[in-house]
């Protein structure tokens, strides 16, 4: 079982940035594929961005795409999510997710932070 605990989240105007941490425990986290997707009110959870075990490859979604980076830190168990030129349409609550497996772009992930909130303004 892998702890997550996501923060950075907080409101921002339009075009803003926020980056996104999620510190994860456990001494597995390097051998973990990451995630990150989004859920706004009324909407399904949607995926963001993943990452490898070791960050050899990275997958986006394509509303995000040149906005957003993801990354890792597998010495600091530390998932980012770095967010510029921030849209309203961005604002949902952000989670992180670890899976044993390959990279993935669908919710089928072992564990899941609980959360932290982007707001958007226009």
């Known amino acids: 079982q892998v702890l997550l605990v996501e923060s950075g989240g907080g409101l921002v105007q339009a075009g803003g940035s926020l980056r996104l941490s999620c510190a994860a425990s456990g001494r597995t986290f390097s051998a973990k594929a990451m995630g990150w997707f989004r859920q706004a009110p009324g909407k399904e959870r949607e995926f963001v961005a993943a990452i490898s075990p070791l960050a050899a490859r990275t997958v986006y979604t394509d509303s995000v795409k040149g906005r957003v980076t993801i990354s890792r830190d597998n010495a600091k168990n530390t998932l980012y999510l770095q967010m510029n030129s921030l849209k309203p349409e961005d604002t949902a609550v952000y989670h992180c997710?670890?899976?044993?497996?390959?990279?993935?772009?669908?919710?089928?992930?072992?564990?899941w932070g609980q959360g932290t909130q982007v707001t958007v303004s226009s």
């Open positions: 997710a670890s899976l044993s497996g390959v990279i993935s772009t669908t919710p089928r992930y072992d564990n």
